[in-house]
């Protein structure tokens, strides 16, 4: 039952019949119904279903009422067929008054959320924006009378099951649930037992063969003809609109590029151009500013370009599947359309599994060549309706004004030129199976022979010499013939009309570059094979059951002899022999000397005695032992007992870490010092800083010795003697900070 708003629109857009997909849903018995329905590509689904929605939508009125919330949610897989969807739902209810909105990837959602908030009859988006706009709050679900899932496979497919369980657990229960599909997988059905309510199944697929409204041709090439097989296929059959499928990028790039310099009106389609430009290139389809559109997979669903009458498989899709959905944009709702094959020689046995996996018999056959498009043109030029049209009363007049100037041969040859600069000439083809012909090279011409200074002994090769001689010498490639590399030269063919430039670039002393000259030869070099590197003759290699087994080695055992890791205590390791060193005293000297560095402790008056072995570390060490060693023992201008980095009047301290050790140890991490000669006098003692309070620290042995009460300074704000509270007592540690306390500055 199809409603009058809808059955007008129909008839003003062209519609005799109805196709079968659109009878079945258009049951009034069905009305109302959920309906799960699997059709062929091409068999007008979308009307389809637009018509089966209808009912619900419009009830017993002739126009919607106002638009507030959506009453019908359709959802597609690609942005492309969404808005291919709601072009055919915009002039189906033209005259219902229904206000569609689109939500689609890619566009702007902002326009998208201020378009809803307006409100809309009808909402057409993709699963990723529908569900966004949903959890946004922009899309009220609460009025929503039907559901309809378009391409429903495809969508699974592509990973939409959560979005589309996610919509539908949205949707209000009482919403009809419409799933077209191709075929209905497992998941398709699952996904319908879940969320529709007793659906009927309708089905218009038949036993009968795939698309047969299709001509499949497979046509055999040579591989380097495949390209020019598009173009003659492009030429012969002169589609009001034709698609040519590549499986890459690069691909439509270049096809695209080359179409358009033999004068196709072409565009591409990839996934690599943004929604705006795929819009574009799609309108220049339907208005006819294009005729060729040149794409990859992602125009082989949902697409529908008007008088769309030629495919052409530049390349061969991958599966069966592809190649159906592919050739699926031509032959739609009863029109003709053909679906041609580009096999290269080597992909035949390919081709063929991927027509019988389909369940297509193709027609096997050759490229057009230029003779039959030739013969082609000729046949659309005399069938033209313009010869059966009378001339208006201005055609007349300069109609007869040409033949009072030219004869009327040569008025019809000069059409005919103008008709024929219209198009591209046609390629000229080998026969399949062809190898690619080998370039051949033309004869170099009179030449002259020059030799260089540089050969194999000095690594030349001719991959470097040939645009040093172009730069140098001011050449071009084609004027230097052959490069011959030899033992301890080079020899080079010029030609002879290069050899006046060549020789004055290189000026008197023929130097090409650095370490390289140049000499001409009166004649044509004797030519020697290289000589190979000095190498060792090998002797021939004996049968391999001639060969002597190999000798097993005796520093490999099998695992299993190894005792495990623990099982026998670790030996000690063995001692070294310990050089003589300087006394302690001559220390200073031997860094002053450079004899020993800094960071080697000094060596033992035991000369030559083996190291004892390390015994184990213990925490514990004997009162009296220094704490750590430092970088360099000072010349006795420094007292000891003073750790790096201690504050004036805080005597007793203990350096940080060695709680243990007696305020005679040694500093934890000592300043190097540039330590004064053997013989030197004493430094005088350093004045005293402690009066400037700029200084955070004091140097070691400049303030008073420990144990004397108020012979230090104090910090500010620390009552009482400088003593430590216990012996070795860690300084206190500021409050929200992990460091120790400095001193404080202030008046005392």
């Known amino acids: 039952m199809i409603l009058p708003a809808l059955s007008n629109a129909l008839a003003a857009r062209g519609y005799e019949t109805l196709t079968p997909v659109q009878e079945a849903v258009t049951d009034p018995a069905l009305s109302g119904s959920d309906l799960l329905v699997s059709a062929q590509t091409g068999s007008g689904k979308t009307v389809g279903f637009g018509l089966a929605i209808a009912p619900t939508l419009l009830g017993d009125e002739d126009r919607l009422p106002p638009a507030a919330a959506p009453l019908a949610l359709i959802v597609a897989p690609t942005r492309e067929l969404a808005l291919q969807v709601m072009r055919e739902l915009s002039w189906l209810y033209a005259e219902a008054g229904a206000r569609l909105v689109t939500c ?48 429903a496979d495809e969508m699974l497919d592509l990973g939409f099951r959560e979005d589309l369980e996610f919509m539908l657990a949205a949707a209000p229960e009482d919403r009809r649930t419409l799933m077209f599909s191709a075929t209905v997988p497992p998941m398709i059905a699952k996904l319908a037992e879940k969320f529709q309510r007793d659906a009927h199944r309708v089905t218009t697929l038949t036993g009968a063969k795939q698309h ?23 030429r012969y ?53 294009a005729r060729v559109c040149v794409a990859t997979d992602v125009a082989a669903r949902g697409i529908d370009l008007p008088n769309l009458d030629l495919v052409v498989h530049a390349e061969l899709p991958t599966n069966s599947e592809g190649l159906l959905h592919r050739s699926g944009r031509t032959g739609r709702a009863g029109r003709k359309g053909i679906s041609a094959l580009i096999v290269p ?34 046949e659309r030029l005399l069938s033209d309706p313009v010869w059966s049209e009378t001339p208006s009363e201005t055609e007349g007049a300069f109609a007869t004004e040409l033949l009072a100037l030219h004869s009327p041969e040569v008025i019809a040859a000069a059409y005919l030129r103008l008709y024929k600069s219209r198009w591209s000439a046609p390629e000229e083809l080998s026969a399949p199976g ?41 050449l071009d490639k084609s004027a230097i013939g ?26 008197d002393g023929g130097q090409l570059d650095e370490g390289i000259s140049a000499r ?69 000297r031997a860094v002053e000397d450079g004899t020993v560095t800094p960071y080697r ?38 007292k000891p007992g003073k750790p790096y980095g201690k504050a004036e009047g805080k005597p007793g301290s203990k350096p940080f870490g060695k709680p243990g050790a007696k305020s005679s140890d040694k500093p934890f991490d000592k300043p190097r010092a540039r330590p004064a000669p053997r013989d030197a006098e004493p430094a005088a003692p350093r004045p005293n800083l402690a009066a400037d309070t700029s200084k955070r620290f004091v140097p070691p042995g400049a303030a008073k010795k420990p144990g004397k009460p108020g012979a230090g300074k104090v910090p500010a704000g620390k009552p009482g003697a400088g003593k430590p509270k216990g012996k070795g007592a860690p300084p206190k540690a500021r409050a929200g900070f992990g460091g120790t306390t400095p001193p404080k500055r202030g008046k005392p």
């Not at 027609?363 to 000729?378: V, Y």
């Not at 004892?612 to 000072?634: I, N, R, Y």
């Open 434 to 474: 062809t190898p690619a012909p080998a370039r051949e090279r033309s004869a170099f011409g009179p030449s002259r022979w020059f030799a260089l200074s540089v050969g194999n002994n000095d690594r030349a090769e001719a991959r470097w010499l040939l645009p040093l001689l172009c730069r140098v010498g001011n």
């Open 237 to 289: 059959h002169d589609a009001q609109n034709a698609i040519v499928f590549a499986n890459t990028r690069a691909m439509v790039a270049r096809l695209t590029a080359r179409l358009s310099n033999r004068g196709f009106a072409v565009v591409s389609l990839s996934g690599e151009l943004s929604q705006s430009e795929r819009t574009h290139a799609l309108q220049a389809m339907r208005d006819g500013r």
């Open 482 to 507: 052959a490069i011959r590399v030899q033992a301890s030269e080079t020899f080079v063919e010029l030609a002879e009309a290069a050899v006046p430039g060549f020789m004055s670039a290189l000026g």
């Open 601 to 638: 402790k000094p060596r033992s008056d035991a000369g030559d005695a083996p190291r004892p072995a390390k015994k184990p570390w213990s925490g514990d060490k004997p009162a009296g032992k220094p704490a750590s060693k430092p970088f360099g023992k000072p010349a006795g201008d420094r």
């Open 345 to 378: 020689v080597k992909s035949a046995n390919k081709a063929e599994r991927l027509l019988k996996f389909a369940k297509i018999t193709a027609e096997w056959t050759t490229p057009p060549t230029p003779e039959d498009i030739e013969a082609k043109d000729r």
């Open 212 to 234: 047969a409204d299709i001509a499949y041709q497979a046509l055999t090439v040579s591989p380097q003809d495949a390209e020019g097989a598009v173009i003659n296929l492009l």
């Open 104 to 151: 689609v990837g890619g566009m702007d959602a902002r326009d998208e959320r201020r378009a809803l908030e307006r409100g809309a009859h009808i909402v057409v988006g993709t699963p990723g924006r529908l569900c966004d706009h949903i959890n946004r709050g922009a899309l009220d679900m609460t009025s929503l009378r039907a559901i309809v899932l378009d391409e």
């Open 520 to 588: 001409a030869l009166d004649k044509a070099p004797e030519f020697a094979p290289a000589p190979r590197a000095d190498r060792p003759e090998r002797s021939p290699r004996a049968p391999r059951e001639d060969r002597p087994a190999r000798s097993p080695r005796e520093q490999k055992t099998s695992r299993e002899h190894h005792a495990p890791r623990d099982s026998a205590p670790r030996p000690a390791p063995k001692p070294r022999p310990k050089p003589a060193g300087a006394p302690p005293a001559a220390m200073a």
